[in-house]
Nanobody, 123 residues
Framework: QVRLVETGGGLVQAGGSLRLSCAAS????????MAWFRQAPGKEREFVACIRWSSSLYYADSVKGRFTISRDLVQNTVYLQMSSLKAEDTAVYYCALDLAGLGGVLPGPYDYWGQGTQVTVSS
């Protein structure tokens, strides 16, 4: 079993920055992909960013240029650095892990999910 623990959510003013962290523990192996999704009230879960085992990076168009995904392989931790935040970024942000290492923009391939951390951007 893999456990994902997310931290870093909170309240931030529009235009500000915030960094989310997700630490993975358990039997992750060494070839996993990790991603961030978000879900606003009344909306479907939305892909935000992904880093594959190969280190390839993928971003949703809505966050490209503002968000950066990175990882620390030693700590098994993935980060999401969010800048120039907008009110539309308000959502619960979820960390996800794909043991196969490929990830993707849909939630189906991911094997494990974090509990979510709330990000609220005030305008």
């Amino acid at each position: 079993q893999v456990r994902l623990v997310e931290t870093g959510g909170g309240l931030v003013q529009a235009g500000g920055s915030l960094r989310l962290s997700c630490a993975a523990s358990g039997r992750t192996g060494s070839r996993y992909a990790m991603a961030w999704f978000r879900q606003a009230p009344g909306k479907e879960r939305e892909f935000v960013a992904c880093i594959r085992w190969s280190s390839s990076l993928y971003y949703a168009d809505s966050v490209k240029g503002r968000f950066t995904i990175s990882r620390d392989l030693v700590q098994n931790t993935v980060y999401l650095q969010m800048s120039s935040l907008k009110a539309e970024d308000t959502a619960v942000y979820y960390c996800a892990l794909d043991l196969a290492g490929l990830g993707g923009v849909l939630p189906g391939p991911y094997d494990y999910w974090g509990q979510g951390t709330q990000v609220t951007v005030s305008s």
